[in-house]
Nanobody, 115 residues
Framework: QVQFVESGGGLVEPGGSLRLSCAASGSIFRILFMGWYRQAPGKQRELVAAFTGYTTTTYADSVKGRFTISRDNAKNMMFLEMNSLKPEDTAVYYC?????????WGEGTLVTVSS
């Protein structure tokens, strides 16, 4: 079965950096859309960054200039480099992909930005 698993979350001080990874497994024919979402407690899940095409990307205004999305197709992995982290970045970060005609969510990895 197709699965996406996030890793790399943790506790970091404001201004620090983290790199999140999303590893895909299973039989994947084609990924039509792939990106990172986040959800803070009591808040709606929101798009953080995504590939909207083979090379085209989009970012939430709140993370532009600080976060960078990338991927390694050969390794079936996607990454989110997060720099200059702020307390408001605290959330569970989720990997999402639309492939094989369906949408898939990872279980999420917690990022806590605090002193």
């Amino acid at each position: 079965q197709v699965q996406f698993v996030e890793s790399g979350g943790g506790l970091v001080e404001p201004g620090g950096s983290l790199r999140l990874s999303c590893a895909a497994s299973g039989s994947i024919f084609r990924i039509l859309f792939m990106g990172w979402y986040r959800q803070a407690p009591g808040k709606q899940r929101e798009l953080v960054a995504a590939f909207t095409g083979y090379t085209t990307t989009t970012y939430a205004d709140s993370v532009k200039g600080r976060f960078t999305i990338s991927r390694d197709n050969a390794k079936n992995m996607m990454f989110l480099e997060m720099n200059s982290l702020k307390p408001e970045d605290t959330a569970v970060y989720y990997c999402y992909a639309n492939t094989n005609g369906m949408g898939y969510w990872g279980e999420g990895t917690l990022v806590t930005v605090s002193s």
